[in-house]
């Protein structure tokens, strides 16, 4: 049977103690992640993108790693915007999914461009951004503008699903409208900026894959209570298959390989290095293709390099004039 996508009526009684519980929560128990404002943390959207992208299916610790990592290296969307594609993907390093790094530098590109220099503040504006989908781009608007935007990650739509629609396993049962309904009844308005940060946490720790429903403060107010209280269990959701031998794996030693080097490399000594058979080279060919039509990478004359390749010098003596070259126009101007 599909999954209603309304979410039931909840009270005003109901929602009121719910907010005031979780907060209560929070207050105990927040962690001072330094994309999140607050105890003299000021708002800052471009820290927010960063962070909210490197939260993408990855676990806090990993995202305070990245987050850190990246903001050293380029502490403004200026900074990001002007490095090289080759650096932006060696600062990302070994953090997975690197084509976020891609994403992360092509976003900043467009916002000096096309957003004087900032990130927007409109909706539209941020989810036309390269890799911005609905939550970075509520964790933008919530953190850096404080906006009363919804954020909904795998944690809220575990812990909403089951709080207001008694859903066990939200991830697969619940429907992502009646979610969000649910989710943007019980935000307080003008308090998103703690209510995000606090239903994301909650559902990371408490409300969690293994429901901790004996120490859970809202298990009075919750709609899954009763059933997790009398012996249903959530059905795990399937696992990513294996990664040893997986595409992902392949494209992550081609990857660390281009990262080491610090010039371009031939492509056949690549895929001699890296493939132990004939069919394997053709399959690491394959994805040296992928990698480089997602920016990852390029090839070119039987070389391949990491991120894009640096423009060549223009031949002395004809620059600019009759039968030089034509200089590619860059794709953005920075300024
Ligand atoms: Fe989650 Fe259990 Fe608390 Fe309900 S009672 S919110 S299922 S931890």
Not at 181 to 200: D, I, V
Not at 218 to 237: D, H, I, M, N
């Amino acid at each position: 049977m599909a999954a209603p996508t309304s979410a039931p009526a909840i009270t005003p009684q109901r929602v009121r103690a719910i907010r005031r519980r979780l907060l209560d929560w929070y207050e105990a128990h927040q962690q001072p992640f330094p994309w999140r404002p607050g105890e003299g943390r000021a708002r800052d959207p471009y820290a927010a993108m960063v962070a909210a992208v490197a939260a993408q299916q990855t676990q806090m610790p990993r995202v305070l790693e990245i987050y850190e990592r990246w903001m050293a290296a380029y502490p403004t969307l200026e900074a990001l915007a002007r490095a090289d594609r080759a650096d932006v993907l060696r600062t990302w390093g070994r953090a997975g999914y690197p084509r976020r790094a891609v994403h992360l530098h092509e976003a900043a590109r467009i916002c000096i461009e096309q957003h004087r220099g900032e990130m927007p503040r409109d909706l539209d504006a941020l989810l036309a951004l390269p890799g911005v989908g609905p939550f970075t781009a509520a964790i933008v608007r919530c953190f850096g503008f404080g906006e009363d935007s919804v954020a909904i990650d795998t944690n809220v739509v575990r812990l909403v699903g089951r709080l207001v629609l008694g859903d066990l396993q939200p991830t697969r049962e619940s429907s992502p409208a009646a979610v969000l309904e649910a989710a943007t009844r019980l935000m307080p308005r003008g308090e998103a900026s703690r209510w995000n940060p606090a239903l994301m946490d909650f559902g990371a720790r408490v409300c969690a894959a293994r429901p901790r429903c004996a120490e859970c403060p809202l298990a009075t107010l919750c709609a899954a209570r009763t059933r997790f209280a009398s012996g249903e269990v959530a059905e795990p959701v399937r696992a990513q298959g294996a990664f040893g031998g997986s595409d992902r794996e392949a494209r992550g030693r081609i990857l660390a390989a281009l990262r080491a080097s610090d010039v371009p490399l031939r492509e056949a000594v690549l895929l001699r290095d890296l493939a132990s058979d004939e069919a394997e080279r053709e399959r690491l060919a394959r994805l040296v293709g992928a990698l480089a039509a997602d920016g990852l990478a390029w090839r070119a004359r039987g070389r391949v390099g990491l991120g894009a390749p640096a423009p060549s010098p223009a031949p002395r003596g004809r620059a600019g004039g009759k039968g030089a070259p034509r200089r590619a126009r860059p794709r953005m101007r920075v300024r």
